[in-house]
């Protein structure tokens, strides 16, 4: 039986706030306003807990992997609730929890590695890997459930113990997680706390803590960094992108269209990693902007509910108000919607997937991170035009390119200034990767043993060696 939520959140009599559900406009729930004094408790308790789970790695193991089971075993509540909330389709959901309980059995199998330091002397020196103590995670509100676990996975294999503070736009199936995680994990190993700010900021400066793992935007993550140095915690931050896909002169858009705009529109655009401009070369730029066009106009938007739903709201109030004030501002210097371009009528946060053309050089749809259903679809002249406008903003996440020469397009890729760069896809990721960004778009290495060594510090032993 799960625990109370009396019993199990601290201030959960106290303030609560309203969760609305995008797809209707309306408040459907409450979760509790922490307050930032609550957390010096909070991080107490994990500071206590992480003596008793840092001991024991088998156990570790096997308690991750039951827990992994355990989300499986409740992921008709967990995507029901999180569609609600976070408005995406149903298939979608289901899709994110199956993500949080692979990486939680991605991370138990994993340990680190000890290692000899051979180097010709006559020591015996050993590298050995310690966990951190208590970790902070930040999360945003576009993939709560699947970003926690990219945090939360590699953080208690490590050893280490976690404080996560979810979007105060997606607290719930965050909330519901952390019940169902506390059902199988030893009490404190893993804390949700949820409130509106300062609570992240107090979280993410809080002494206590040892490392500060953040999901979010730029200017977000510049005031984490700062927070953090206050107690010198060790900071990862995985922050906004401006994806570029290039498509090549051979690229079949035919072929290629459908591919090319859900690595667009997943998730109404609202994916980091999400292609968020296009060039197209000049011959074919018309032919690109028709094919996406066709497929923007037709593609059945509505509540994540609804079973015939592909395309769901945007997740809040602001930011579709910022994607419709970046659109407007694109239409107004002399860009051209090819589909969609305004809100829809009606209740609920729904945008008409958009194709824009024409866009004015500078305009902020182009340089600036759009995360909404909104793409513009730039033309070129020559590769080295493309590829430099690709690396021209201040971000550097990932980036795609587009042809039929698969060793062509490989060549072209390896030119991107980005973490990650596909041909003919966009945003597949494997959990045995190493995720970062570069530039603006990141600090620290996700995934795979990276994520894994990034929860640890090396201990060095050295000693004589036998006689
Ligand atoms: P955000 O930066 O507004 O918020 C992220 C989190 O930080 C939320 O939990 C928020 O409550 C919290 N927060 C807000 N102010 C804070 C402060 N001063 N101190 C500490 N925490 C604070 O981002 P968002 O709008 O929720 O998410 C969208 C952004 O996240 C986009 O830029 C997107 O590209 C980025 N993102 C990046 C990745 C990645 O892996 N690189 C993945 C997903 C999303």
Known sequence: MLPSEADRVPGYLAARFAV?????????DEAPDQQPDE????????????????????????????????????????????????????????????????????????????RRIVDGRPVRSEIRWRPLGPVAAIVPWNFPLQLAAAKFAP????????????????????????????TVLPEDVLTVV????????????????RHVTFTGSVP?????????????????????????????????????????FWAAFRNCGQVCMAVKRVY????????????????????????GLDPDTLLGPVNNAPQLARIEQVTQQALAGGARAAAGGHRLDGPGYFFAPTILTDVPPGSPVVTGEQFGPVLPVLPYR????????ANGTGFGLGGSVWGTDLDRAEAVADRLECGTAWVNHHAELSLAQPFAGVKDSGVGVAG????LYGNLRPFVVHRPQEA
């Open 39 to 114: 957390l010096d408790a909070v991080v107490d308790r994990a500071h206590r807990a992480w003596h008793r789970w840092r001991a024991d790695p088998v156990a570790r193991t096997a308690a991750l992997r039951v827990a992994a089971d355990a989300v499986e075993a409740a992921g008709d509540d967990l995507a029901r609730l999180l569609t609600r909330e976070q408005g995406k389709p149903l298939a979608e959901s289901y899709a994110e929890v199956a993500r949080t309980a692979a990486r939680l059995r991605y991370f138990a199998d994993l340990a680190p590695r000890t």
């Open 448 to 451: 795979g043993p990276w994520g």
């Open 220 to 260: 977000t993550g510049r005031a984490v960094a700062e927070a953090a140095a206050a107690s010198l915690a060790r900071v990862t931050l995985e922050l906004g992108g401006n994806d570029a896909a290039v498509l090549l002169d051979d690229v079949d858009v035919d072929r290629i269209a459908d591919r090319l």
């Open 155 to 182: 953080a208690l294999a490590a050893g280490n113990t976690m404080v996560l503070k979810p979007s105060p736009f997606t607290p719930l199936a965050t909330r519901l997680l952390g019940s169902v995680l506390a």
């Open 20 to 28: 609305v559900d995008p797809a209707t406009g309306e408040a459907f």
């Open 382 to 389: 020559s590769l080295d035009e493309a590829v430099a406008a």
């Open 194 to 209: 949820t409130g509106r700010e300062p609570l992240g900021a107090r979280l993410a400066s809080h002494p206590g803590i």
């Open 280 to 303: 197209a070369p000049a011959r074919l730029h018309a032919e690109v902007v028709e094919t996406l066009a066709q497929r923007a106009k037709t593609v059945a938007v509505g509540a």
